[in-house]
């Protein structure tokens, strides 16, 4: 019988407990549909040692939260994954990439269209000051390039003292007053299929749109300059990829741009999905099957 694995939380991070069970179960309600076994195994628990996982047909790293609490260790298990040649999908070497958000930089050199970004090594007032000047933007979210979750993000007006700032490599950008008024929305893709697409909202007062936070989920119809972004962020990556979530925002022209191409740990948001998973679970089949 086919075996999967699941990359689940570091037991250490206590952040996801009440939350990544249910995605469990919902996700092995769709896979077992291929008819394979499903087995929840940590991800930290693989990150000296690939033996654990060499029996499996198949590695989905798709509950690996919280990874970039422990990146180091990550970049790590990526490596060893890739080394020992194992059956993940996505591959080890998008796992290693896609880590960090500076990989929106090639995608920027390839043509997609991001909001403009400042990149640094170590965030500091007077940057942040430079590129409320350069920009000119009232307002800026400043944000680790290794985060998820809005993990260490701030939202700065000009003037405002630069307090938890992230620590080491950074990305500051204008924030885009849609993320209120019209939210960011998620367009899934199974074995380069789209299936769905959810847009997310923050409540009243707030610009963080995870479901923590209170966001306000619904399932939408993408528009057509919608889709384009997003299969044009497929083209411009070269390995293959089993799944892929891309949020989008419109930035104040109006025009739908990359916040991030979600290729590890993405949440399928498969309570919206009108097919219930279908479109995933044919992908992991057609995957098995080569």
């Known amino acids: 019988m086919t075996q999967i694995a699941v990359l689940t939380p570091d037991p250490a991070d206590k952040t996801y407990v009440g939350r990544w069970p249910e995605v469990l179960e919902r ?18 628990d693989h990150v000296e040692e690939a033996s654990g996982l060499q029996d499996y047909d198949l590695i989905l790293p798709v509950i690996a939260w919280g990874y970039h609490r422990d990146h180091g260790r990550w970049l790590k298990a990526c490596a060893k994954w890739s080394q020992a040649g194992l059956p993940v999908a996505n591959p080890a070497e998008v796992l290693r990439w896609n880590s960090d958000k500076a990989y929106l930089a090639r995608l920027a050199d390839k043509g ?4 403009q970004t400042r990149w640094t090594d170590r965030v500091t007032q007077d940057q942040v000051g430079a590129a409320f000047a350069e920009t000119g933007a009232p307002v800026l979210i400043v944000k680790p390039t290794v985060s998820a979750g809005a993990f260490r993000t701030l939202r700065l007006t000009p003037g405002e003292a630069l307090k938890d700032a992230p620590v080491g490599a950074a990305m500051i950008q204008p924030y885009l007053k849609s993320i209120e008024t019209e939210g960011e929305t998620s367009l899934l893709f199974f074995g380069g299929r789209f299936s769905h697409a959810v847009n997310k909202r923050p409540v009243a007062g707030d610009f963080r749109i995870q479901v923590q936070f209170g966001g306000l989920y619904k399932a ?33 022209s109006g025009r739908w741009v990359l916040m991030e191409a979600e290729l590890i740990e993405p949440d399928f948001y498969l309570d ?17 099957e080569t």
């Open 220 to 252: 939408v119809t993408p528009d057509a300059a919608a889709m384009a972004l997003a299969e044009q962020v497929l083209a411009a990556i070269d390995e293959p990829l089993l799944y892929a979530r891309i949020d989008m925002a419109r930035d104040d």
């Open 27 to 44: 996700l092995k309600a769709t896979l077992e549909s291929t008819g394979a076994t499903v087995t929840a195994t940590r991800w930290s």
């Open 272 to 288: 919206h999905d009108p097919a219930n998973g279908a479109g995933f679970a044919e992908a992991v089949k057609a995957r098995l």
């Open 112 to 115: 997609v269209p991001i909001p």
